[in-house]
């Protein structure tokens, strides 16, 4: 198949994200709609590329959901992720759990006749993002926004946005 063939990277539905969230930290996780996650309020962003480097999606997720679902994953407890989201500062534990998600999450790109995207960075919450990266954070269109609920954990936001 020649690269003139491939489709364009499709944006993942609700039901894919929180499927891949559930499969991962083996419990009970709901999709909501929510509001997109701003950088600027703190936030983890991890960068996905194509076989040149070129940024094709994005996946922001805010303190929250680091923090909960980074224990939820280890089981960790759950305090330990209310301290954490109540102070804004998440352990590095979590942020590198969390981490391991968002490179799961590269699946969630990865269809029949569409570019391979694997992750290639998650930057920390307030972390300068490139700017390439931040301007497409802020992109209106090609975005899921919602909010995940973990059973026993709580729940955080996730934007997942990808380049048109």
């Given at each position: 198949m020649s690269a003139v063939d491939l489709k364009p990277t499709p944006v993942p539905t609700a039901f894919e994200v929180r499927e891949l969230f559930e499969g991962m930290l083996g419990r009970g996780v709901e999709w909501g709609d929510g509001d997109r996650v701003d950088p600027l309020d703190g936030?983890?962003?991890?960068?996905?590329?194509?076989?040149?480097?070129?940024?094709?999606?994005?996946?922001?997720?805010?303190?929250?959901?680091?923090?909960?679902?980074?224990?939820?994953?280890?089981?960790?407890?759950?305090?330990?992720?209310?301290?954490?989201?109540?102070?804004?500062?998440?352990?590095?534990?979590?942020?590198?759990?969390?981490?391991?998600?968002?490179?799961?999450a590269a699946s969630l790109f990865n269809k029949k006749d569409t570019v391979h995207l694997k992750l290639q960075e998650t930057y920390a919450p307030r972390e300068t993002l490139p700017a390439d990266v931040n301007e497409l954070a802020l992109q209106q269109g090609g975005r899921i926004?919602?909010?995940?609920?973990?059973?026993?954990?709580?729940?955080?936001?996730?934007?997942?946005?990808?380049?048109f």
């Open positions: 936030a983890a962003c991890a960068t996905y590329v194509d076989d040149f480097g070129n940024v094709k999606a994005i996946a922001l997720v805010d303190i929250p959901l680091i923090a909960r679902g980074g224990s939820a994953i280890a089981l960790m407890p759950q305090n330990g992720a209310e301290q954490a989201v109540s102070s804004g500062l998440v352990s590095p534990p979590q942020f590198d759990n969390m981490s391991e998600i968002l490179n799961v926004d919602g909010t995940l609920s973990i059973q026993g954990y709580g729940e955080g936001r996730i934007s997942v946005v990808v380049a």
